[in-house]
């Protein structure tokens, strides 16, 4: 499967890029196909990161495991291993070389410990790219900040920067509100070795982002071959979908200002349910930003629902407004939520088989929010049993309905979102206020 997909992309012009996590437990012979418990070989505890004085893996789970960075036969059996793979696997146009997957996880030994994680692993792109130029392989590196590596180095340098591409992974950021101009944002607090304080805010965040783009500069790398990683379109909290809408095309014309290239979005893919806007506006406004919000969404609702489509729209602007309770944490205004939900669709005879689907699959969202409206009210009445109930009746309805909309619903992926949406009403802070 996997050459067939490699062979396509590139017979239609896709670059290849492979790999992530994986090299610091492959290279000790540890599997890293995701986040599992496993044991970890006895011949290989020293190389584990030192925490509290014991060197352990983290939450039993290699792939989430740091290694003690500093030692030399650890960063050359990572390059090595990340040397030969990319040796035998010619295919690959973007190699990512990233670190484990873990946080507040890092080695705390006498050599570790004044050393952000982030020189070490400068140290070993640098490394990683002589080893590669000695042996004539141009495959491109990609490395990543996030977590830990959020904060830039403070004294190793890229040596060969047109062998690099800058991935920035903003996992701690907000959706409700899109990533600031990097020139708004202010610093990065200080680095804090097992007690990062990771950003909690956009500004925050953007903070990073403006200082890894001051070090790209600084390193001579080219600002325009580099990409955002992100987490869009995960969230169940607004049927009618005009707020990531918003937020994605605001980020994606902050893209270039911000120093970045493009974008790889973390997503399922069958989500056309509760996120076909915005995942359309992502893909029109990354073609051609140059178009303005309001003609790509009126693209998609005239592709979605034919000539009569403005009476969609506003319909669909509605539910946006009116689901403010599922995102906001004060907001209680649940009767008027369920109320725009419960209303009828708009009356109009189906001219296409399109406008047909469309109809049916508006109809299937308002009913499903409905009961997650229901739901989350009676979370906040504190009617646990009532909530419980609610929940089976919604997965028996998503397990009845998955098959009908293969395409646009990924029950796996809801159920996540599902959780979200509670623990967010009910616990969490918005992260922007
Ligand atoms: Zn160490």
């Known amino acids: 499967m996997l050459p067939q997909i490699v062979y396509t992309a590139h017979s239609n012009g896709l670059m290849y890029h492979a790999v992530g996590h994986g090299f610091t437990c492959e290279a000790y012979g540890v599997p890293s196909l995701g986040w599992l418990e496993l044991d970890w070989p006895d011949e290989y505890i020293d190389v584990l990161a030192q925490r509290n004085g014991k060197r352990d893996l983290s939450w039993n789970m290699p792939l989430i495991s740091a290694l003690c960075y500093s030692r030399e036969d650890v960063q050359k059996r990572i390059i090595d291993y990340a040397v030969n793979y990319i040796e035998e696997h010619p295919e690959i146009d973007y190699l990512h070389f990233w670190l484990d997957d873990g946080h507040n996880n890092k080695c705390e030994c006498d050599r570790c410990k004044n050393i952000k994680i982030a020189d070490l692993y400068i140290k070993m792109l640098n490394t990683l790219d002589y080893e590669l130029t000695k042996r004539g392989l141009n495959t491109k590196i990609v490395f990543l900040a996030y977590h830990e590596l959020l904060w830039t180095p403070d004294k190793e340098k890229l040596k060969n920067p047109n062998r690099f591409t800058f991935m920035f992974a903003p996992i701690q950021r907000s959706f409700l509100q899109p990533l600031p101009l990097i020139e708004e944002a202010g610093e990065p607090k200080k680095y804090n070795l097992n007690k990062q304080p990771f950003p909690q805010n956009n500004y925050e965040m953007a903070a990073h982002l403006k200082a890894w783009t001051e070090y790209r500069k600084m390193v001579g790398m080219s600002l325009s071959d580099s990409f955002d990683f992100d987490y869009y379109l995960n969230d169940y909290n607004d049927p009618g979908q005009f707020i990531q809408t918003r937020l994605i095309y605001e ?99 189906c001219k296409d088989l399109t406008t047909s689907h469309s109809r049916k699959l508006m109809k299937f969202t308002k009913e499903l929010f409905l009961m997650l409206t229901d739901m989350t009210e009676q979370a906040v009445l504190g009617n646990d049993e009532k909530v419980k109930e609610i929940q089976e009746k919604i997965n028996r309805y998503t397990s009845e309905k998955e098959s009908e909309f293969i395409i646009e619903l990924d029950r796996n992926y809801f159920k996540g979102a599902m959780e979200r949406l509670l623990k967010e009403k009910l616990d969490k802070e918005n992260l922007d206020d």
Request: proline share 5%.
């Open 251 to 349: 980020d994606i014309q902050n893209l270039k200002k911000n120093g970045l290239g493009g974008l790889i979005n973390c997503q399922s893919q069958r989500l056309f349910d509760h996120a076909a806007l915005p995942q359309y506006v992502m893909a029109r406004a990354l073609q051609q930003p140059e178009l303005s919000l309001d003609e790509i969404v009126d693209e998609f609702f005239f592709g979605a629902f034919g000539n009569n489509y403005e009476v969609y729209k506003k319909e669909w602007l509605k539910l946006t407004e009116a689901s403010a309770p599922l995102r906001d944490k004060e907001n209680m205004e649940f009767d008027k939520l369920k109320e725009v939900l419960a209303a009828p669709l708009p009356e109009e005879q």
